[in-house]
C-alpha cells in the first residue's frame, strides 16, 4: 500500500459514509474500530454502523482538506482538515475538523481502525 492507496481509501470511506452504503462501511471498518467524535463521544464498529441505520447520524457532505499520510510498519496514519456537514438526532452540525486516523493492514486488506477529531479554532479578526 502507498500513500495514494490510503487516500482512495478514505475516499471510499466518505463516500460510503454520505452515501449511506452500509456494505461498504462493514467491509472498510475494523472490527475493533475506536470513532471519537468531536464531541468527545466514542463509538465501536457496531455502534457507529448503527448510529447511521437507525438515522440519528446522517452525513450530507465530507470535503477533505490537506492530508498527510505516514506509514509506520503495518498501520497509516492520516491527519487532515475536513469540513462535514451532518445531521445528529435531527440537529445540523457544520462542522470543520483537524483529525487524526489510522489504518492497518490486515490478512483481508487494509482497514479503518481509529478515527480521532477537534475543532478548528475559530478564525478572530
Not at 115 to 125: G, H, M, N, Y
Request: aromatic share 8%; glycine share 8%.
Amino acid at each position: 500500500m502507498d500513500t495514494a492507496g490510503i487516500l482512495q481509501l478514505e475516499a471510499r470511506r466518505y463516500a460510503a459514509m454520505t452515501g449511506n452504503d452500509f456494505a461498504t462501511l462493514e467491509a472498510l471498518l475494523h472490527d475493533e474500530l475506536i470513532y471519537t467524535h468531536s464531541s468527545g463521544v466514542v463509538d465501536s464498529k457496531a455502534s457507529y454502523i448503527e448510529a447511521l441505520k437507525s438515522g440519528n447520524t446522517r452525513y450530507l457532505e465530507v470535503t477533505q482538506g490537506d492530508s498527510h499520510v505516514r506509514f509506520l510498519g503495518d498501520v497509516a496514519l492520516v491527519t487532515a482538515g475536513s469540513h462535514i456537514e451532518v445531521v445528529v438526532r435531527g440537529q445540523h452540525k457544520s462542522l470543520d475538523l483537524r483529525s487524526l486516523c489510522a489504518w492497518t493492514a490486515t490478512p483481508d486488506g487494509w482497514r479503518f481502525i481509529a478515527w480521532q477529531s477537534c475543532a478548528l479554532p475559530r478564525a478572530t479578526t
